[in-house]
């Protein structure tokens, strides 16, 4: 009848959705859009982390077959360090008076020298010999820095400074002896400067040389090193 209300039900009460409208500020019911945009995301995380294992691989597996998977009757010369070393969080000062992060020489095989400005005979027939290394590796040779560790701010002699920026020059830096002495270590019996100290890219330190030693046996493990990183290290950093 005019003026009342239909007493059909279905015609009385409005959908379920019409007469709930989402309160101010409430979330959103999750949508088919929603669940595709996680997929992709999960998607996305999973090929990050396949890409790094792939790039990753080549490291580690350089490092178990020079560390873990020895092949039988293979020696060292020089002694392995076990476990490595890293490069000290330790400022260094170059000869122009500049501060550098010691750290700053990751990215290249070191091949390091320590000593004191006076630089006697041992000392320059170790620097002499660092160069003659490098020199003996050949195409290899742009993948290994020479560096000379100064543990005092004297000054240095002109002919042996001149001999040092010879192409290609050395890297010298001045670092506190005490903490150098925290990172390398000597051979019992002997000074932090009476060896020659071999470095990896990533900065750990990882072998060091006898005293007297035979250029063609420290080249040999040099070179072993080398081939075992050819797949991840390239020259420069």
């Keep these: ?18 007469r709930l409208p989402c309160a101010p500020g409430a979330p959103d019911a999750p949508g ?3 669940a595709a945009a996680r997929a992709r995301m999960r998607r996305g995380r999973l090929k990050l982390v396949l890409l790094l294992l792939i790039y ?12 873990v998977i020895r092949p039988e009757g293979r020696t ?17 000062t ?12 990751r990215g290249q095989w070191l091949l390091v020298a320590v000593g004191s400005s006076d630089c006697d005979g041992a000392c320059e027939q170790r620097l002499y010999a660092q160069r003659q290394l490098r020199e003996m590796l050949g195409r290899e040779r742009d993948r290994l820095d020479k ?5 005092d701010d004297g000054v240095l002699k002109t002919a042996l400074q001149q001999a040092l920026n010879a192409e290609p020059p050395v890297t010298v830096l001045r670092v ?3 903490g150098l002495a925290q990172w390398l270590e000597p051979e019992a019996g002997h000074a932090l400067q ?37 797949s991840w290290d390239r020259a420069g950093r």
């Design 94 to 105: 170059t000869l122009n008076g500049k501060t550098v992060p010691l750290r700053s020489l």
């Design 56 to 67: 990753a691989l080549p490291v580690i597996a350089s490092y178990l077959a020079y560390y």
């Design 147 to 151: 560096v000379w560790l100064l543990t």
């Design 1 to 18: 009848m005019p003026g009342f209300e239909s007493s059909n039900p279905d015609a009385a009460v409005p959908p379920a959705d019409a």
């Design 194 to 230: 009476d060896h020659l100290y071999l470095v990896d890219p990533m900065g750990e330190w990882m072998m060091r040389f006898p005293v007297e030693f035979d250029p063609s046996k420290v080249k040999r493990d040099i070179d072993r090193l080398l081939r075992a990183s050819a």
């Design 176 to 178: 506190p002896q005490s």
């Design 76 to 92: 060292n010369y020089g002694t392995l360090i076990q476990p490595t070393r890293s490069l000290p969080e330790l400022g260094a």
């Design 32 to 34: 088919p859009g929603d």
